[in-house]
């Protein structure tokens, strides 16, 4: 029964401090480290805590077990099918997170080993160094199952070489260690058995200096060269389908390209494409296409109203079949509905995507300037520290007049309705 009560107690996150370093352990390995309500908390807590630590230099982040992390905790959205907006304060948290990730101002080094994809890998790839390994699995599989490429995903795979976000969105399709270098998805490679001596080194550095972190890692890490069967090779074709304007399109053009020789390997992207949730694809597509237009602020809030659109059924429950099939029945037999893309219309999609009441809108900054405020004006930061990183909701209310502020925190029930159109009272008072 120890042993027992010992596992069930284990925390969900570690976190140590050793002089100017800084250490966090994802440490689910049963769950491959999935990120539930829990994680987001301490994570957000850690990294806002940190960045304002004139003691902490260099954060380091890793993953117990064999996997870095598998993504967020869909069983979490499952269990809350039923419920009104269960989960929109654990999505809010971690789109904040996302944010603060892309925008950090301390030196981030993230240890990869193992399966990353979705939220998981959304924590590495904007970090300014991400080390991984021949052990190393990429995806973002999300817009199979009904859901969509989330957590900065619409930004990053933008930005990716010609269409090979669309790609990895569409398909789900998996890169490896060097792959994800290549792709610049990831910073450097080095042999799995060579990582605990980076980690090591690192922490005996003890200092977040970018070019000191950057030849320490050197030190251990290898020149990437592709395999010759890799996805990376087959660029032309990929671009050639992929940039078509809908998922309609691209699957007939994949058909027509499968007909080629060289390109058998077309045939199970057309079957992964086929058995995935056409409302999943036909949104995702829409958001990447949207992304290269957008800022990363831009594309966060735009995922968020789709990811609490999807939650909330507007248009289809596919997500939570999709998880039924895939999680909790294990059946992989997904009944869709909208059951083909051809019933899947741009009204449909234009209501997943219409933005909401600006007061219950995700609030971050738009700006530089904004992030550099909400960060340096002490009691600001601390409205922000507040929400996203306590296990307590709080409303934090202006007394006084312009001249003196005073905040009173008040215990709250309702995150939607007092908490977020108070985030946005705190950055509006300083527009």
């Known amino acids: 029964m120890g042993e027992v009560a010992t596992l069930l107690e284990e925390p969900v996150v570690l976190a140590e401090e050793a002089d100017l370093v800084r250490l966090i352990t994802l440490n689910r390995p049963r769950h491959l480290n999935v990120i539930g309500e829990e994680v987001v908390a301490l994570l957000a807590t850690y990294f806002e805590k940190w960045e304002k630590d004139d003691s902490a230099e260099l954060i380091i982040i890793k993953g117990a ?35 603060h990730l892309h ?71 998996r890169l490896n260690g060097k792959e994800l270098v290549a792709a610049k998805l990831a910073t450097h490679f080095v042999p799995s058995e060579k990582l605990p001596k980076v980690e090591k080194r690192l922490i005996s550095l003890n200092k977040g200096d970018e070019d000191a972190v950057k030849s320490v890692i050197e030190d251990f890490s290898s020149d990437v060269q592709v395999d010759e069967e890799s996805i990376l090779n087959k660029q032309s ?62 594309c966060l809030k735009k995922e968020f109203r789709v990811t609490m659109s999807i939650l909330r059924t507007k248009i289809s429950g596919d997500v939570y079949e999709g998880i039924r099939a895939l999680i909790i029945d294990k059946d992989n037999s997904p009944k869709w509905g909208p059951s083909s893309l051809e019933k899947v219309s741009n009204e449909d999609l234009d209501l997943v995507f219409q933005p909401f009441e600006e007061r219950l809108e995700l609030i971050v900054p738009e700006t530089e300037e904004r992030r550099l405020l909400s960060a340096e004006i ?10 996203f990183s306590s296990s307590l909701i709080s409303q934090y209310r202006f007394a006084g007049g312009t001249g003196s502020m005073r905040i009173q925190p008040i215990q709250l029930n309702n995150f939607a309705e007092q908490v977020m159109p108070t985030l946005h009272i705190c950055m509006d008072h300083f527009a």
Request: hydrophobic residues 40%; charged residues 20%.
């Open 103 to 173: 925008t950090y101002k301390k030196t981030q080094v993230a240890l990869v080993n193992g399966v990353c994809m979705g939220g998981g890998a959304a924590l590495i790839v904007p970090a300014k160094f991400s080390v991984v390994t021949e052990k190393t699995v990429f995806a973002t599989p999300e817009a199979g199952i009904g859901f969509h490429t989330e957590c900065s995903f619409s930004y990053i795979h933008s930005r990716l070489p010609g269409h090979l976000g669309e790609y990895l969105a569409l398909t789900g399709a």
């Open 237 to 298: 074709t990929i671009d050639a389908c992929f940039s078509k304007d809908s998922v309609e399109e691209i699957i007939s053009s994949l058909e027509a390209e499968l007909s080629k020789e060289g390109n058998g390997w077309i045939g199970p992207v057309l079957k992964g494409l086929k058995r995935s949730s056409p409302t999943g694809l036909k949104i995702t597509l829409r958001s990447i296409r949207d992304g290269r237009k957008q800022t990363l602020a831009e």
């Open 378 to 387: 002490p009691w600001l930061a601390d409205v922000f520290s507040w929400v």
């Open 65 to 99: 077990g064999r996997a870095f992390s598998a993504g967020g905790d869909l069983r979490v959205f499952y269990q809350g099918r039923d419920k009104n907006d269960s989960c929109l304060e654990v999505v809010y948290r971690m789109y904040w997170l996302c944010y």
